[in-house]
């Protein structure tokens, strides 16, 4: 079955970095665009970037543009959310999810196919 498994999150403190990643097994990876989405407690799920099947295309929140980086490897099938300048607001549950790629820019949580269990990110001022 398709999995999305997220690895990364932890404490830092604001100003810092961490880098998350998504391995991704059971699908075609080269179908799928992927997208990271966050949730923070008592507000709705919100889409953070997204990256084209082939990388070449890249779309980021506003909230986080310049400050985050997605990529991807599809020969291991992963994904990855480079963050830095990292600000309290920017604590939540970090999801990566995936979409066919012809769905490719939707940033609505409920047109993606497949979530990982997500990881948390505290970002503490």
């Known amino acids: 079955q398709v999995q999305l498994v997220e690895s990364g999150g932890g404490l830092v403190q604001a100003g810092g970095s961490l880098r998350l990643s998504c391995a991704a097994s059971g699908l075609t990876f080269r179908s799928y665009a992927m997208v990271w989405f966050r949730q923070s407690p008592g507000k709705e799920r919100e889409f953070v970037a997204s990256i084209s099947w082939s990388g070449g295309y890249t779309n980021y929140a506003d909230s986080v543009n310049g400050r985050f980086t997605i990529t991807r490897d599809n020969a291991k099938n992963m994904v990855s959310l480079q963050m830095d300048s990292l600000k309290p607001e920017d604590t939540a549950v970090y999801f990566c999810?995936?979409?066919?790629?012809?769905?490719?820019?939707?940033?609505?949580?409920?047109?993606?196919?497949?979530w990982g269990k997500g990881t948390l990110v505290t970002v503490s001022s």
């Open positions: 999810a995936a979409i066919l790629t012809l769905g490719w820019g939707t940033r609505d949580p409920n047109g993606m196919k497949y």
